[in-house]
T-cell receptor
Framework: AQTVTQSQPEMSVQEAETVTLSCTYDTSESDYYLFWYKQPPSRQMILVIRQEAYKQQNATENRFSVNFQKAAKSFSLKISDSQLGDAAMYFCAYRAPNYGGSQGNLIFGKGTKLSVKP | EAGVVQSPRYKIIEKKQPVAFWCNPISGHNTLYWYLQNLGQGPELLIRYENEEAVDDSQLPKDRFSAERLKGVDSTLKIQPAELGDSAVYLC?????????????FGPGTRLTVL
């Protein structure tokens, strides 16, 4: 079964600095998708960034970028120029394609709580 | 465009009482998901609908949980009777289709407290 591990329960960063959140996953699939979701105290999960496993190029979205290491099954999120509004829980999620017996459901890690210090 | 709407935002009930949660997905989204999020954990799928059909309910505890999505739009998740361990956040999400990298849009969730 696929699993997603976020080894950092909590992280802290100074405003305007850069922080990296770690995520590893376990799968035997070669084709899949990876996501980072942000969940602020309001509880509404918001998609931050996604990566298709077949793409070698790391995804970027403004201040957010990923370091996708397929062989190592690692998918870290880098937040540059951290802002107070970045403070939230961040969840890494894996999704297998929905064929070949897989339901293709999102599997989430336990999350990393990010604090941003002014 | 309105996002995924859920109600109520908070619910407090005594154990053994019934409770229901309501979800209105984004217009035009065929796929609807209900997730359970325990404190300090990531969401876990309870049930997935494609239009009005429950296509994956393997994680739904069917002895006390039920769900429906009439007319393939709004959905209701019910617990009867509720137990202390059901205290959690119940999230609803929707997507255009359940394929590939399709984004799932989440609602704000319902925080259930069972006393």
């Amino acid at each position: 079964a696929q699993t997603v591990t976020q080894s950092q329960p909590e992280m802290s960063v100074q405003e305007a600095e850069t922080v990296t959140l770690s995520c590893t996953y376990d799968t035997s699939e070669s084709d899949y998708y990876l996501f980072w979701y942000k969940q602020p105290p309001s509880r509404q999960m918001i998609l931050v960034i996604r990566q298709e496993a077949y793409k070698q190029q790391n995804a970027t979205e403004n201040r957010f970028s990923v370091n996708f290491q397929k062989a190592a099954k690692s998918f870290s999120l880098k937040i540059s120029d951290s802002q107070l509004g970045d403070a939230a829980m961040y969840f890494c999620a894996y999704r297998a394609p929905n064929y070949g017996g897989s339901q293709g459901n999102l599997i989430f890690g336990k999350g990393t709580k990010l604090s941003v210090k002014p | 465009e309105a996002g995924v709407v859920q109600s109520p935002r908070y619910k407090i009930i005594e154990k053994k009482q019934p409770v229901a949660f309501w979800c209105n997905p984004i217009s035009g989204h065929n796929t609807l998901y209900w997730y359970l999020q325990n404190l300090g954990q990531g969401p876990e799928l309870l049930i997935r609908y494609e239009n009005e059909e429950a296509v994956d309910d393997s994680q739904l505890p069917k002895d006390r949980f039920s769900a429906e999505r009439l007319k393939g739009v709004d959905s209701t998740l019910k617990i009867q009777p509720a137990e202390l361990g059901d205290s959690a956040v119940y999230l609803c999400a929707s997507s255009l289709h359940h394929r590939g990298g399709n984004e799932q849009f989440f609602g704000p969730g319902t925080r259930l407290t069972v006393l």
